[in-house]
């Protein structure tokens, strides 16, 4: 579980996004596109998911992205490389149904463009035309964009500000493609009010929508309950039933109030250990 190389991607503002490489042979040979590991940073803190964006099995490694947002990110952001982390588990959830739909179109928004790539390179292998829409707040906190160029067969950019691509969100780009040309899947991962207008789109389109969920884990094994999710008229724990789900069956008001009611004790702590 030693870190074997970190590198900072994008560091604007309050904002930190960072690449870090784990050496994990077990995960690395077992990992699929859509699943996560939890690591804990510290004996005595807290577990928290982390999309497998890639994995070398040469080197027996799995490559992580993680935004500093909260106490354990930040100490984790303060790791160097050469130091191991204390635990480390997965891969966890359920795999990403790869399969050849046809024509597929990839969402992301913020660090959610981390988890979308593992998927736009399965479906491109698949077979599929693969379509990606990147959206961040500004040109300084996208990610991944020179990297998806290379697998997608067209990517679109927007930034709130208008800094790079499109100046809008990238709802705005999904309705005009789906204006003009059918498309057979839509796939998306992000903050969850992006997801959320991503599935009204698609609703009104009656076309299959698939969305990574980012609910709050505490054991991410099925034990505890902390990631329920209503999913239709089901309660599901996006831990082991996700984190991928119908994004039409998701009860995105629900899910919004859950992954925010930690938010004032989290910059509490923050505070307290001056992070």
């Not at 959830?93 to 399969?99: D, P, V, Y």
């Not at 959320?196 to 505490?218: C, F, Y």
């Not at 990631?227 to 008001?253: I, M, Q, Y």
């Not at 004790?265 to 307290?272: F, T």
């Amino acid at each position: 579980m030693k870190i074997l190389n970190k590198e900072v991607l994008t560091q604007f503002q309050n904002v930190k996004v960072t690449k870090i490489e784990v050496l994990a042979p077990l995960i690395a040979s077992k990992a699929k596109p859509g699943q996560f590991i939890v690591l804990m940073v510290v004996e005595k803190g807290e577990r928290i998911p982390l999309t497998v964006v890639d994995k070398d099995l040469e080197k027996g490694s799995i490559t992580l992205i993680v935004q500093e947002v909260g106490l354990t990110t930040k100490l984790l952001g303060k790791l160097k490389k050469g130091d191991d982390l204390y635990a480390l588990v997965g891969p966890l959830g359920n795999a990403t149904e790869i399969k050849q739909y046809g024509k597929v179109i990839l969402v992301g928004g913020g660090v959610g463009i981390a988890e979308i790539y593992p998927v736009a390179k399965a479906l491109k292998d698949a077979g599929n035309h693969v379509v990606v829409i990147l959206g961040a707040r500004t040109k300084k906190l996208l990610i991944l964009d020179e990297e998806l160029k290379k697998i997608a067969d067209k990517v679109y950019i927007t930034t709130d500000d208008g800094s790079y691509g499109q100046k809008g969100f990238t709802t705005d780009i999904l309705k005009n493609l789906l204006k003009d040309s059918k498309f057979d899947l839509v796939y998306a991962v992000g903050p969850i009010p992006m997801m959320s207008k991503v599935s009204g789109v698609t609703k009104e389109e009656s076309i299959k929508t698939i969305v990574s969920l980012n609910a709050l884990m505490v054991d991410a094994t099925g034990m505890c309950g902390g990631c329920r999710v209503s999913v239709g008229n089901e309660t599901k724990f996006t831990c082991v039933d996700g984190p991928e789900f119908d994004a039409h069956l998701v009860n995105w008001n629900e899910l919004g109030k859950r992954v925010n009611v930690y938010n004032d004790k989290e910059k509490h702590i923050c505070r307290l250990y001056k992070l």
